[in-house]
């Protein structure tokens, strides 16, 4: 966002001011207006939603969640013996 944009943050998680994208569908160009928020979810999992509308219409909704995962590297495994061998 060249310009910025005004963030509330508060207990539920935050959400960004309405802004608007200029989406080019085919040779026409169009301006949505975009309203984006986010949680956080009591297993930590962050949610992020962002609704588009045309004058007041919804015309697409994004939906994105994304939790922790362990990155610990694996313990190396020993190769199995094959019977027989010594």
């Not at 040779?27 to 962050?46: K, Y």
């Amino acid at each position: 966002m060249p310009d910025g944009a005004d963030v509330t943050i508060d207990e539920r998680g935050y959400r960004i001011a309405p802004y608007h994208v200029l989406a080019p569908i085919g040779p026409m160009r169009f301006i949505l207006t975009s309203r984006d928020e986010a949680s956080v979810e009591p297993d930590g999992t962050l949610r992020y939603t962002a609704r588009l509308s045309w004058h007041g219409l919804p015309v697409a909704r994004l939906e994105m969640r994304a939790r922790p995962v362990d990155t610990a590297p694996l313990e190396p495994h020993m190769p199995a013996a094959l019977s027989g061998s010594t």
